[in-house]
Each structure stands twice: as structure tokens, then as C-alpha cells.
């Protein structure tokens, strides 16, 4: 299998990091990744705020309660978007694109939600961002220390081919 496909089909959630600091560039590549996902009518709701500062990587898990694991990121990206009738839709697709981009880069990630959850305000006004705008997810991103785990259902029992009665591979 293509070397690129295969990479992005190891993704895997990470929530150790080793400490070492994560390259600005690479923060930002990771980012424009997020920047070309798909979105409804090209409307690109998203905002990305890419936070670096120790105290504030520190004060994140505070406010959300859990994913103590953000403080000992390198960076934790939030992404944010202007309330549009597909925001969710979008935004999880730019995460979803800077997730692999972290992986394609070696290092480990993981979605920490987001939207729903009753901190998700108090995150969008520790950043700044407007008034209204959604939080997605914060993705915590450092070099990984350790091993990821997920089994994962396999493609026999996901896949139905024509209708939803056949399952064969
Ligand atoms: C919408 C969403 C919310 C998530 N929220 C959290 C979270 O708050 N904390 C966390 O540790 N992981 C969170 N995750 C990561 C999932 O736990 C993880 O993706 C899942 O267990 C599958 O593992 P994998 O990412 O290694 O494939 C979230 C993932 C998604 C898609």
C-alpha cells in the first residue's frame, strides 16, 4: 500500500507526550491541513487558535475538568468556528485533517471535545474568540510517549455493500 495511506491509516489517539517542544513550522503545516478540509459551500467557518504558552496549556485541562493530558502538550489546537448552519460538519472535518497532519508529522494528538460540552464557552472566551463561536475540540499535540491502543471494528462488520442486509467483504 501507498506509504502516505498506510501512515493514515496508523492514526491513533495520544495522550502522552515526551515534553520536547513541537517546531512552529510544523504547527503550522499542521494547521493548513485543517485550513483545505471540505466544507458546506466552501464557507470555511474555522478559526484555529494554536496555544503554546505553558500556563495557558496548564489553565486548558483546569477549565475543561478532564484531559489532564493538555497541560503536558507541546501545543493544543482549538478549533473554533462562526455558527453556520453546517459549523459541526465542517469544523470536525478541519480536525479531523489535523489529526492525520499530527500523525504524518510523528506526532501524537487526540480530540477532546468540544461543542457540547458545558466548558466549551469558557474555553472560547479564555482565547478571546468572538462572542458565538463554536468550540469543536481542543487537540492536545506533542511528540508521542506511548503506544496507541484502539482495537478498532473491522471492515467485514462495517461494510454493507449495495443494501444494508450484505455485510461480505
Ligand atoms: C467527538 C469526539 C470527542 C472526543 N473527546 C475526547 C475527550 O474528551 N477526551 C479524550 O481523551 N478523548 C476524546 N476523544 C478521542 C476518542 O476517545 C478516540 O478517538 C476513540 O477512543 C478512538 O480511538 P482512536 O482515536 O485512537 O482511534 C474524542 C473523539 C471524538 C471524535
Not at 502516505?4 to 502522552?16: D, F, P, V, W
Not at 466544507?39 to 489553565?59: C, G, H, I, S, Y
Not at 481542543?138 to 467485514?156: D, F, Q, W
Request: glycine letters at 8%.
Amino acid at each position: 500500500m501507498n506509504e502516505g495511506l498506510q501512515l493514515l491509516k496508523e492514526r491513533r489517539s495520544i495522550r502522552a507526550y515526551t515534553g520536547q517542544p513541537v517546531a512552529r513550522e510544523v504547527l503550522e503545516d499542521i494547521v493548513d491541513f485543517g485550513r483545505l478540509a471540505a466544507t458546506a459551500m466552501n464557507e470555511q467557518p474555522w478559526e484555529f487558535v494554536v496555544v503554546t504558552d505553558k500556563a495557558m496549556l496548564r489553565k486548558l485541562p483546569e477549565l475543561t475538568g478532564h484531559a489532564q493530558f493538555i497541560a503536558t502538550a507541546a501545543a493544543c489546537i482549538l478549533v473554533i468556528c462562526k455558527p453556520t448552519v453546517h459549523f459541526l460538519e465542517d469544523g470536525s472535518a478541519a480536525s479531523e485533517h489535523i489529526l492525520l497532519a499530527a500523525h504524518a508529522h510523528g506526532l501524537g494528538a487526540c480530540w477532546v471535545a468540544g461543542e457540547k460540552e458545558g466548558y466549551a464557552d469558557a474555553i472560547r472566551q479564555f482565547v478571546g474568540a468572538p462572542e458565538g463561536y463554536r468550540l469543536i475540540c481542543l487537540i492536545p499535540v506533542g511528540y508521542p510517549a506511548e503506544a496507541p491502543g484502539v482495537e478498532k471494528r473491522s471492515l467485514g462488520e462495517v461494510l454493507h455493500w449495495e443494501t444494508y442486509a450484505h455485510r461480505q467483504l
